[in-house]
């Protein structure tokens, strides 16, 4: 990976890619549409000479705390020990809420659906007195 050099924008993008934003979660956090996210990416990609967001991640960790590409697999080992123990509660967060939102949604469903069925149901017994 090289140095790149990102305009202000792709910088934004980058950081907040690198933060696990989704595309649609880094479109409606700048105010722009997701295809405009997609072409800013692909232009990131090509300055950093990376191909996935993993290694764009990677990338922009290692410019950003000034951690040298050259590092020993013990050291990289170590360094990406701490970088998860920072970000699994922020994960395990994430998850959970869109676990409980999920369940919400099943929920009023349910509801909806055996308001529906009881509605129905009691039509027809007053069609078949």
């Known amino acids: 990976m090289e140095v790149a050099n990102l305009t202000k924008r792709e910088s934004?993008?980058?950081?907040l890619f690198a933060w696990g934003a989704s595309k649609k979660d880094v479109a409606n956090?700048?105010?722009i549409s997701e295809r405009t996210v997609e072409n800013h990416a692909r232009n990131i990609y090509a300055k950093v000479g990376c191909?996935?967001?993993?290694?764009?991640c990677a990338w922009w960790f290692c410019t950003k705390f000034h951690i040298s590409?050259?590092?020993s697999p013990l050291k990289r080992k170590v360094i990406v020990g701490m970088f998860l123990t920072l970000l699994a509660p922020q994960v395990f967060?994430?998850?959970?809420?869109?676990?409980c939102r999920r369940i919400r949604v099943e929920n009023r469903t349910n509801r909806v659906v055996r308001a529906r069925r009881s509605r129905n149901e009691s039509d027809l017994d007053f069609i078949n007195f």
């Open 29 to 31: 956090r700048l105010f």
């Open 69 to 71: 590409f050259d590092l």
């Open 12 to 15: 934004e993008i980058a950081e």
């Open 51 to 56: 191909q996935k967001i993993n290694e764009l």
């Open 93 to 99: 967060a994430l998850d959970h809420h869109d676990y």
